[in-house]
């Protein structure tokens, strides 16, 4: 089920919300119960098989969590390394046995070998985050950082709808005891509100500007694929065309994800804090997928070593690091060397900072950090989008102009469309300013935005969105 | 404050759904021309197949209020085709099919003023109008058969090749076996789902309540007097128009001579070329020509040809040929069109 479908705008969430706050009236562990239930409902809409699967994952894994937690015995470590050999081996045969067999066999072939048979395993939607969420609960079990132990309240975790498909990557930290508050449980309109113009926003994100952009970027990837060699303005502007697209996709699903939960007084992480606007590659990463770096950062970037033995050390483990979160994002050797292009571009942006320090930089160098961040994203998203390697350099000759600089025209629509798409993402103000994203408290930009003629305005817009639906088409992130 | 701001939110949403849900009950308030209603409701199975409608016209629609509207009786059989004389003529003889858009299909005209009701009534033929459905697939149709085409070429789609465009799919296809039932319109079993039909009729309201709040924004109340406000006008911009145009109709003829089936072809002007003064348009010398251009090279191809630009301009000294707030032409130009095409070289068709 698609948050941007009549089916669950008009009949599931409305169902949820009214259930959820029903059986709160009698029990909050019965509220909790319905919503996890049918965050389940929400999973098993997209396949009722993989439904199994993830609750033997939530139910092992809070056994396992149970196991782990000091003083839980000399066996501790074991228990953890069985864990994480569970939960990756899971991943890993769900996710990448057919990119290992179609590899291996590539290589048999040039041996003349016999092949192994294709395994043609269908991937659980999801399974990346919640394998995700899941190794860091353990992982805090282990080190005693974990303080709720409610069976429900993890299951609930584990499978909270809004995130439960394509993240934000939840920390059971952020969540568990939010369910554990008795204020969860009572409709608050100061939440809800907030939770409106964030859906709302995330909602025309979606429909109104990554669906057209992703038509145009689409467009150039397939005839790519299909054999075209693009010229000069038609590769770079199907680039931009995607590298809008992704942002305004997956923040659009993030920010409706993080509206949806508000309506349930759950805060969800922000997970994208204007990331065009950095002016570095360190920056960027602070700013785009904010939970997935910061799960790289403390349960593995951290683990290797960080930057604590040594500059040689530190660079490694930064391009281990990307390698691992590219291949995260998908089996495909466009996926890690995207991963290794951003790896590289870190360990020349610390180089830089260690030979220069810290400067502040007056508006002209600015602008040219900004270009230099931007343009190098832009680049490695050829790999990211592209579906094979042969692809990604056809577009980079073009990009180049090795296949011309004169072609059909790009029509006017897609220029005006990046043209105002680069205007919101660098002129736009983030969401992190709305409080109860961040419980800061309302800002005089929050006032206004609460009057009832904005609240007009917003059904306006929602409506148009509504419109808007005929054709639902996926997240980007809800491959990864 | 967020009390206030959520009840707000959902007060409009319900408003909102009161005018969706009021649109499906009563939608023709929400159209300006029955071929919009038809296509979104009779065609797909969702209303009767004859329909009173209040009709304004194309470049009315700019206005927040229709003035001069026309209560027009629009009918179409059960294949979707604007009713003419065919099924009531079934033992006579020629039997015509008239091939056009929606200048044939009648338009802003209700069904006695279309040039298809006209023709009836000058001619004891079965003829049958083509418009918007079918067109040269009617050719296949295992209870038609045709002694005749009069293909329609009004200036917009004569320049796009449309021509073309319809023989090549007929040729395509022409193997293709056709059912009966696969002509009729969608009626109850096999109408579109109702999902579907959701879907097309809430984008059709949101562009109506568009351009009425655009409208509204630019105080637009009453359009004005004379035909001033047409859309845009239509260029002829490509220089080898009447070339290809002469060069599929040779083809069309060729091809329906060879089925023992007669063909001709009647030229006529939008009114940006019949009186653009009256407009106040500027039309460039290829377009304000390419009617008579147009029309001499079909004849010189030895093509049997009809060029009523002449018999239009005629009649429009009298009274007014085209709707007033509209590209279509009106029951007065389709009756000049009818009785010119009786004295020309194209009558014998119907005869």
Known sequence: MLFNSYAFLFVFFPAVFALFFLAALRSRMLAASVLTLASLVFYGWWSVQAVPLLVASFCANYFLGLKLTPPGGARRKLWLYAAMVANLGLLAFFKYANFFVENANALLDGLDAARIAAPHIVLPIGISFFTFTQIAFLVDCWQGKVRERNFIHYALFVTYFPHLIAGPVLHHSQMMPQFAKPETYRIRFEVIAIGLIVFVAGLTKKLLIADPLGEHADALFQSVADGGAPHFSAAWLGVFAYAFQIYFDFSGYSDMAIGLSLFFGIHLPVNFNSPYKATSVIEFWSRWHISLSAFLKHYLYMPLGGNRHGRFRRHLNLLVTMLLGGLWHGANWTFVFWGAVHGVLLIINHAWRAAFGRREYGAAGKAACWAATFLGVCLAWVLFRSENIATALEIYKGMLGMNGFRGAAPGGGLIATVIVSAAVCLLGRNLNELPYLTLSPPSLFVRRLMSPVSAVLLAYLFAVCVINLSTPSPFLYFQF | ?351
């Open chain 2, 1 to 351: 404050m967020a009390r206030r701001f959520v009840l707000s939110f959902f007060a409009a949403c319900a408003a909102l759904s009161l005018v969706v849900a009021f649109y499906f009950a009563y939608p023709k308030p929400f159209f300006f021309q029955a071929w919009e209603f038809f296509s979104l409701f009779v065609y797909e199975g969702h209303a009767a197949r004859s329909q009173t409608f209040r009709e304004s016209g194309d470049s009315a629609r700019r206005y927040l209020f229709q003035n001069p509207v026309s209560d027009n009786r629009v009918s179409v059989n059960e294949l979707g085709n604007r009713v003419a004389c065919y099924e009531s003529r079934l033992e006579r003889r020629p039997r015509v099919l008239l091939i056009g858009d929606s200048q044939l299909f009648g338009s802003g005209t209700g069904d006695e003023g279309v040039f298809s009701s006209h023709l009836c009534r000058l001619y004891p033929a079965a003829i049958y109008n083509g418009a918007r459905k079918h067109g040269l697939e009617m050719l296949k149709h295992p209870d038609y058969g045709f002694d005749a085409i009069l293909f329609t070429l009004t200036e917009r789609n004569a320049a796009n090749g449309n021509c073309a465009g319809s023989l090549e799919k007929f040729d395509e296809n022409a193997a293709e076996p056709r059912t009966r039932e696969s002509y009729l319109l969608p009626e109850g079993r096999d109408r579109q789902p109702w999902l579907e039909h959701f879907q097309a009729g809430i984008k059709h309201l949101h562009g109506f309540l568009s351009g009425r709040f655009k409208a509204f924004a630019l105080g637009r109340w009453f359009p004005p007097e004379r035909h001033l406000d047409v859309a845009a006008p239509h260029r002829v911009n490509r220089s080898d128009s009447v070339a290809r145009n002469v060069e599929c109709a040779r083809n069309t003829a060729a091809y329906f001579k060879a089925k023992g089936i007669a063909v001709g072809f009647l030229v006529f002007p939008a009114h940006q070329t019949l009186y653009p003064a009256e407009l106040g348009l500027q039309v460039d010398a290829v377009t304000m020509g390419f009617v008579d251009d147009l029309s001499r090279a079909l004849s010189e191809a030895g093509i049997r040809t009809f060029n009523a630009k002449a018999c239009l301009q005629a009649a429009s000294r009298e009274r007014a040929v085209y709707n007033r707030h509209d590209s279509h032409m009106n029951a007065a130009g389709f009756g000049a069109l009818a009785a010119c095409l009786k004295d020309s070289r194209l009558s014998p068709l119907f005869e």
